[in-house]
């Protein structure tokens, strides 16, 4: 059976969630802290509760996700991953599926103009294969709650001047309007509230990155600056290693995404 799903479906959402005595697989990029205490409060401890978010610093520091919405889930033992260019909103309940194109926001489940169907056959379980098998791909990392506060101790640091300002009736548009195609996926928090909460070789391949010119960088370049890195510390012989090592965690952290093997994508604003 397929049915219509139309805004505001919060009531059909919270109604799966309190059914589902299996599984439930969530994915969509943006997720606000309201969103993540109702599925905490409906959804059955004994279920199986998989989340796959866009980890970008741009998503919180601009408000469009909550990363107070992703240490709720963690808290509550729902395993979490960050896949960076996930567009899809579609969410699994043991034999039913969502796919829809509302995000797991206010305007999302109530406000926006949201369209989907709600689907009971046979093709739930080839929804939930292609789920598994992007869950678990290993190049997608586990959102930990260390990199949550670190993306948390940035977003602070950033200049008071810097810092997006809302009343409360501004910020529930701007909550409602964001969207994939018309949100920019840089962070522009300031290159300094970066600098200033990473350390040790985190931070000087982070200082390498920005002598590269272009948004998008290759291996090999940074593989240029494996003299300069083994000056800062020549106690460390595998040098290289140790850069990759540094890039999977800014890639954790939301701020460069890997495009190919080899190649990477800087996701803030250089000035």
């Not at 997608?140 to 300002?165: G, H, M, Y």
């Not at 290159?191 to 040790?200: A, C, D, F, P």
């Amino acid at each position: 059976m397929i049915k219509i799903i139309k805004s505001p479906w919060i009531e059909t959402f919270v109604e799966l969630l309190k059914n589902s005595k299996r599984i439930v697989y969530l994915a969509c990029p943006y997720i606000k802290e309201k969103t993540a205490q109702l599925i905490i409060q409906n959804i059955n401890n004994k279920v199986d509760c998989k989340y796959i978010n866009s980890f970008k610093l741009s998503n919180f520091f601009r408000g469009a996700s909550d990363l107070n919405a992703l240490r709720i889930l963690n808290e509550n033992h729902i395993q979490q991953k960050n896949v960076h260019n996930l567009h899809a909103k579609f969410f699994i309940f043991d034999d039913n599926a969502i796919i829809t194109s509302g995000n797991l926001t206010t305007g999302g489940l109530r406000n926006n103009l949201e369209y989907g169907v709600l689907i009971e056959n046979e093709i739930v379980k080839y929804i939930i294969k292609d789920y598994i098998e992007i869950f678990s791909n290993i190049e997608f990392p586990l959102i930990t709650n260390d990199i949550i506060q670190k993306a948390e101790d940035i977003i602070s640091s950033v200049p008071k001047e810097k810092q997006q300002r809302f009343i409360t009736k501004d910020k529930e548009l701007f909550e409602e309007i964001i969207n994939d195609e018309i949100f920019d996926e840089k962070y522009d928090g300031g290159i300094e509230s970066v600098l200033m909460n990473l350390t040790s070789w985190k931070k000087d391949v982070f200082k390498c990155l920005l002598e590269i010119e272009d948004d998008l960088f290759s291996l090999e370049q940074i593989y240029r600056f494996s003299r300069k890195l083994q000056e800062l510390h020549p106690q460390n012989l595998n040098v290289e290693p140790k850069i990759r090592q540094q890039l999977q965690y800014l890639r954790d952290l939301g701020l460069i995404e890997f495009v190919k093997p080899g190649v990477y994508k800087k996701l803030w604003k250089q000035n």
